[in-house]
C-alpha cells in the first residue's frame, strides 16, 4: 500500500492549472482506455453535475462535478496498481505523467471510481475512491461483475473554493472542444464519440459535432505552409502549426495556443504579436435585405517535440522560458509569435484591411495634431501599434520612435569620432548629421529661426519699396502661402499660414489662388477647410470653411461703389455658390455643407480712413478693442466675418513668436 502526503502534493501543484483541467484529464484518460482494447470506435459520456439551489438570475444551478464514463478497458490490476504509483510510468509512451489525478483533487473534494474489467474468463467490479490523506486509493471494493459492460465511471464532485466559471451546457463543451481539439483532428487515431449530457436533463451535446460537415462550428483554414523551424542550443526544432476558425466564439480573441502530447496547455491572445487580431472576424451566411455576419475567431495550435518533451508535470506551463531562454534554446514567445504570422497568412486580406484602416488613423493624427511628425512617421514602423490606438497612442510611439533615432544617431557620432577609417567618413557624418536635423531640439531652434526671418521679410513686404510704390497682394500672399497651390501640392514647412492663425498651422487642406470650380471660375486668395470635407472618410459637413481675402497695403480703390472687387462681397458670393453646391474640390467631389455649416471670412488690408468710414458707414461692421480689426456676423448664412489690418496680422504674429526668439536669443 502506498504511502503519500497527498495533500502536499496538490498543494504544490504549480499555477498553470485550471477548473478545467480536472474535466480535461479524465476525458484524455477515458480516450486513452479505449484505444488501449479498440483502434477505432468507442464512446465517452460526461454528466454535469450540479448544486441543488437555481441560481435566481440564470436560471439554472451551479455546477458541482462530472461524471466520465467510458467503454475502455477498465480498472484491471494493472491500471488499478498504476493509479495506486505516485509518477507511474504506465502511460509515459503517450505523454503521460502519472501525476493528472492529483489536479483533480485540487478543485473537487470528491473522486469515485466503479469500473467493470475483464479478469481471466470472469468479469469484475471495482470500485474505490481517491484519498486526501496518505493513501492514494482508499475504500477499495472488488465484486462480480456478471455480464455487465466493461468500462469505467469516474466522478469528480464537490468543488473547492474557485467556482466553476460557465453554467451551460453549451458553453461547457465549447470550451472542452477546443481544450481537447488536438484529439478530434490527430490524423493518425480516430477520436471516440463523446457526448456530453446535464443530470437534470435538457438534452445532450456531441462534442465530435463541432468539427462535423454539417452547420459546423470550427473549420481548418489553409496555410501554404504549416511547418516552422527554430534553433535550439545543439539541432533545430520543427513546430506544425494547424490553424482554425472557430464560429460563435466564446471568447472574442483570437488565440495561439502551445500542444503537448495532444493536450492544449497554453494560450496567449494572437494579438499580442499582431495587434491587428485583436477583434473578431465575420463571414457573410447570406445576401440580400436578410443576409447576416457570422462572427468567428482565429486559433492556431502548435505541435512538436520540442512542446512534448517541455511540458510540465501539471500540463499548466512549459519548462523553457517565456522568452530569451538560454538553457534550452527556444522560447515561448518565438514560438508564438511565428505561429502568428502563419495564423496571418491564413487571414491576409482581412489582417492588411485593418492594417490600412489603422494606418488612415495615423495619417488623421499626423494631419489634425501633429503635423510636425510627418518626416519622422515616413520612418517609423506601426506595426506594434495596436489596432485602433488613440492619439496618445500614436503620440507615444512617435515620441518611442524619435528616442530610438536620437540614440542609434549618438552612438553612432561616437563610433565616428573613435573611428580611425577616414575614407568613408564624409559620407557617414553626412548621414548622421541629416539623421540629427530630424530628431533633435535643432529642429525648433531651425523651425523658429526660419520664422524669424519670414516676419523679417513679412514687415519689409508692408513697407515702401525702393520704387516708391507698395508690394502687390500676389507679393504678400506669396508668403503666406505659394499662389496657385494647395496642401496637397506642397509640404508643411513650405507654407506660413501661421503668421494669420496659428490654428491654421493643422488645417488639413488649403487652397491657395486656386479656381474653387477646378477650372477657369473665381478663386479666393485661401480657402481653407478644418478637414478634408470632400477626402475624408466621415464626411462631416459640420466641418468649418474659412475664406481669406488679401488687399494690397494701403490700396483702398476697393470701396468705391463703382469697384467690383468688394472682398466683402466676394467673400458672400463664394459662401453662397459653397452652399448652392457649384463648387467642387480639386479631386472633383463635392463640397458637402449643410444649413448650419460654419464660415469664417477674413480680409486683410490697410485701414486708410476712407476704408474705416467704408467698414463702419457702408458695412455695418463693429470695431475691434485694439483698432485694428472690425467684424460682423452674418447669421442668414451661418458667416462670420473680420477685416484685419496688415498691421495687426504682422503684430500680433510677431507676439506670438517673441518669446521664443528672446529664449533663443534671436
Known amino acids: 500500500m502506498s504511502r503519500i502526503n497527498i495533500k502536499r502534493a496538490v498543494e504544490n501543484i504549480r499555477s498553470g492549472t485550471t477548473v478545467y483541467t480536472p474535466v480535461v484529464e479524465l476525458i484524455v484518460n477515458a480516450i486513452q482506455a479505449i484505444r488501449a482494447v479498440k483502434p477505432t470506435g468507442g464512446s465517452i459520456g460526461v454528466t454535469v453535475l450540479r448544486h441543488d439551489q437555481v441560481d435566481m438570475i440564470d436560471k439554472i444551478a451551479a455546477v458541482d462535478g462530472f461524471i466520465v464514463r467510458d467503454d475502455g478497458v477498465g480498472f484491471n490490476e494493472e491500471h488499478r496498481n498504476s493509479f495506486d504509483t505516485l509518477y507511474t510510468a504506465l502511460k509515459a509512451l503517450d505523454g503521460g505523467k502519472g ?81 481537447l481539439l488536438p484529439y478530434f483532428i490527430d490524423p493518425n487515431s480516430e477520436c471516440p464519440q463523446i457526448v456530453m449530457r446535464d443530470e437534470q436533463g435538457g438534452g445532450s451535446v456531441i462534442l465530435n459535432d463541432y468539427l462535423g460537415q454539417t452547420n459546423r462550428q470550427i473549420v481548418e483554414l489553409s496555410v501554404l505552409n504549416h511547418e516552422l523551424r527554430l534553433k535550439a542550443l545543439d539541432k533545430d526544432e520543427v513546430f506544425t502549426v494547424r490553424v482554425f476558425k472557430f464560429y460563435v466564439p466564446r471568447a472574442n480573441k483570437s488565440k495561439i495556443s502551445l500542444v503537448a502530447h495532444r493536450r492544449e496547455v497554453t494560450d496567449v491572445t494572437m494579438q499580442t504579436y499582431i495587434p491587428e487580431f485583436a477583434d473578431e472576424f465575420y463571414d457573410k451566411t447570406s445576401e440580400g435585405e436578410h443576409a447576416k455576419d457570422r462572427n468567428y475567431i482565429i486559433k492556431a495550435y502548435v505541435f512538436g517535440d520540442y512542446l512534448d518533451g517541455n511540458v510540465s508535470l501539471e500540463r499548466g506551463a512549459f519548462n523553457f522560458e517565456k522568452d530569451n531562454d538560454l538553457v534550452y534554446g527556444i522560447s515561448q514567445s518565438q514560438i508564438e509569435a511565428l505561429a502568428a504570422t502563419i495564423a496571418q497568412d491564413a487571414v491576409g486580406q482581412e489582417i492588411s484591411a485593418r492594417r490600412e484602416r489603422k494606418q488612415a488613423r495615423i495619417r488623421d493624427y499626423i494631419n489634425d495634431e501633429a503635423p510636425w511628425h510627418r518626416g519622422l512617421s515616413r520612418d517609423t514602423d506601426f506595426s506594434s501599434l495596436s489596432m ?124 491657395s489662388d486656386k479656381p474653387l470650380d477646378g477650372k477657369t471660375g473665381d478663386r479666393t486668395d485661401l480657402t481653407i477647410f478644418g478637414k478634408r470635407v470632400a477626402f475624408r472618410g466621415d464626411n462631416e459637413a459640420s466641418n468649418p470653411i474659412t475664406i481669406f481675402e488679401f488687399k494690397k497695403p494701403q490700396r483702398h480703390d476697393f470701396v468705391n461703389p463703382s469697384s467690383d472687387e468688394d472682398p466683402i462681397e466676394q467673400i458672400v458670393r463664394y459662401v453662397n455658390d459653397i452652399r448652392d453646391g457649384k463648387y467642387k474640390t480639386p479631386s472633383g467631389r463635392d463640397i458637402l455643407v449643410s444649413q448650419n455649416t460654419p464660415f469664417y471670412g477674413y480680409v486683410v488690408c490697410d485701414f486708410t480712413q476712407k476704408v474705416k468710414n467704408w467698414l463702419e458707414r457702408e458695412k455695418d461692421f463693429t470695431v475691434m478693442p485694439d483698432g485694428l480689426g472690425y467684424f460682423r456676423w452674418h447669421g442668414n448664412i451661418k458667416l462670420y466675418i473680420e477685416v484685419l489690418s496688415w498691421t495687426k496680422v504682422q503684430r500680433d504674429a510677431e507676439m506670438r513668436n517673441k518669446v521664443f526668439f528672446h529664449k533663443l536669443g534671436i
Open 99 to 179: 501525476f493528472g489525478r492529483f489536479t483533480c483533487l485540487k478543485y473537487f473534494h470528491r473522486f469515485t471510481v466503479e469500473s467493470v474489467f475483464q479478469d481471466g474468463t470472469a468479469r469484475k467490479m471495482r470500485s474505490f475512491a481517491m484519498g486526501d490523506g496518505n493513501d492514494i486509493i482508499i475504500d477499495e471494493k472488488v465484486t462480480d461483475a456478471g455480464v455487465a459492460a466493461i468500462g469505467s465511471a469516474v466522478t469528480i464532485s464537490g468543488a473547492r473554493g474557485v467556482k466553476f466559471p460557465d453554467k451551460g451546457l453549451d458553453v461547457i463543451a465549447r470550451v472542452l472542444v477546443e481544450k
Open 388 to 511: 485602433k490606438p488613440t492619439p496618445q497612442e500614436i503620440e507615444l510611439h512617435l515620441q518611442a520612435a524619435k528616442f530610438q533615432m536620437e540614440t542609434r544617431a549618438r552612438a553612432e557620432v561616437k563610433q565616428i569620432l573613435l573611428s580611425e577609417d577616414t575614407e568613408d567618413l564624409k559620407d557617414r557624418v553626412t548621414e548622421v548629421v541629416g539623421r540629427i536635423s530630424q530628431t533633435s531640439k535643432n529642429d525648433l531652434i531651425h523651425y523658429v529661426s526660419l520664422r524669424k526671418c519670414v516676419l523679417e521679410h513679412f514687415d519689409k513686404s508692408l513697407e515702401l519699396g525702393n520704387d516708391g510704390k507698395y508690394k502687390s497682394e500676389g507679393d504678400v500672399h506669396d508668403i503666406v502661402m505659394p499662389r496657385r497651390k494647395d496642401t496637397d501640392q506642397i509640404d508643411y514647412e513650405q507654407h506660413n499660414l501661421w503668421i494669420l492663425d496659428e490654428r491654421l498651422n493643422f488645417t488639413e487642406y488649403v487652397s
